[in-house]
């Protein structure tokens, strides 16, 4: 068979052998290619894109394991307020009164979503109640309609619808 072979080659014109030559280099030259530079491309991009799926896939992991510990926090205080006696509605009451508006109302709407309305409350005071809100009666705001009081600049009147976190 490499007998057959040789005398084929010997056969062939110097330009037939050339041909063959170029295309058998242009031949091991593409199978280099493909086998040593293509395929392992390949993988790196493939490696870069599973390594951005596996980053964002354990931030996911991440902020869940936050939350449960926020939930877990937040049912031992829920329980050590319980424990003292003291309801979310006393608590956000305590609040109010504090704020400094004697004619604010606070009104439970359903379990767990409370209305307040403020006569005339100051600026700093209302982000220092809504603070203490979140803070002690773990309640966040879900709407607030507040308007300055005519004749005093540093006073607002409104309401703030509140709902558990």
Same mark, same amino acid.
């Given at each position: ?6 005398? *084929? *080659?010997?056969?062939? @014109? ?10 058998? !280099?242009? %031949?091991?030259?593409?199978? %280099? *290619?493909?086998?040593? /530079? ?5 993988? %790196?991009?493939? @490696?870069?894109?599973?390594? +951005?799926?596996?980053?964002?896939? =354990?931030? +996911? ?17 829920? @329980?050590? $307020? ?5 309801? $979310?509605? #006393?608590?956000?009451?305590?609040? &109010? ?11 439970? /709407? ?11 409350? @100051? ?5 220092? =109640?809504? #603070? !203490? &809100?979140?803070?002690?009666?773990? %309640?966040?705001? +879900?709407?607030?309609?507040? +308007? ?7 006073? =607002?009147?409104?309401? /703030? ?5």
């Amino acid at each position: 068979m490499k007998q057959h072979l040789l005398s *084929w *080659w010997k056969g062939l @014109s110097p330009r037939e052998r050339r041909a063959l030559g170029v295309m058998g !280099a242009v %031949l091991a030259f593409f199978v %280099l *290619w493909q086998l040593g /530079i293509a395929m392992p491309l390949s993988s %790196l991009r493939d @490696s870069a894109r599973q390594q +951005q799926q596996a980053q964002a896939q =354990w931030n +996911q992991v991440q902020v869940l394991r936050a939350q449960a510990l926020a939930l877990r926090q937040r049912g031992a205080e829920a @329980s050590a $307020t319980a424990a003292r006696g003291q309801s $979310t509605l #006393q608590v956000l009451q305590a609040l &109010t009164a504090a704020a400094g508006d004697a004619g604010a109302q606070v009104n439970e /709407i359903a379990p767990g979503s409370y209305s307040v309305r403020f006569d005339k409350v @100051s600026p700093q005071a209302l982000a220092v =109640w809504l #603070q !203490a &809100t979140r803070q002690q009666a773990r %309640l966040l705001p +879900q709407n607030a309609d507040f +308007q300055r009081v005519s004749g005093n600049p540093v006073a =607002w009147q409104g309401s /703030i619808l509140l709902g558990g976190s």
